[in-house]
């Protein structure tokens, strides 16, 4: 009885190690960092990375949401200042990116203003 309950305890804390270990290298799903823009070599623009990383990103602001106007498009900021509009990504070349965040429009709303109900690209260069 005593080995039974020692090696279900074991088996247990193992699993329990494994789960953890898993939780760590879950990516954050709005955030692109510099590891994942250099695994896509293919990418010449900002759009083509998070076409390639996270495509479901590129239609959020088109979507119909409650309480937010539908079809209003996401705002791109480089380095913090307002550069456009989503079809801006197309011109920022991958090379010069550090790190891509989306903000979703009721988030980016308190900060960004009404501008941003369809969301915000933040995107970090060199």
């Given at each position: 009885?005593?080995?039974?309950?020692?090696?279900l305890?074991t088996l247990l804390?193992?699993w329990?190690?494994g789960c953890?270990?898993?939780?760590?290298?879950h990516?954050?799903?709005y955030?692109i960092t510099?590891d994942?823009?250099?695994?896509?070599?293919?990418?010449?623009?900002?759009?083509d990375?998070?076409?390639y990383?996270?495509?479901n990103?590129?239609?959020r602001?088109?979507?119909?949401?409650?309480g937010?106007?539908g079809?209003m498009?996401a705002l791109?900021y480089i380095?913090g200042?307002?550069s456009?509009f989503?079809h801006e990504?197309k011109?920022?070349s991958?090379?010069?990116?550090v790190?891509i965040?989306?903000?979703?429009?009721y988030?980016?709303g308190?900060?960004?203003?009404?501008?941003?109900?369809g969301?915000?690209?933040l995107?970090?260069?060199?």
């Amino acid at each position: 009885m005593y080995k039974s309950f020692r090696l279900l305890l074991t088996l247990l804390i193992i699993w329990s190690l494994g789960c953890a270990a898993g939780q760590r290298a879950h990516r954050d799903r709005y955030l692109i960092t510099a590891d994942e823009i250099a695994s896509v070599p293919q990418a010449d623009t900002a759009w083509d990375l998070i076409r390639y990383l996270r495509p479901n990103l590129l239609d959020r602001d088109t979507r119909r949401t409650t309480g937010a106007a539908g079809g209003m498009p996401a705002l791109v900021y480089i380095n913090g200042s307002r550069s456009g509009f989503k079809h801006e990504l197309k011109n920022i070349s991958s090379a010069a990116i550090v790190e891509i965040k989306y903000i979703d429009g009721y988030e980016a709303g308190g900060k960004y203003g009404r501008d941003s109900a369809g969301g915000v690209f933040l995107i970090t260069i060199k």
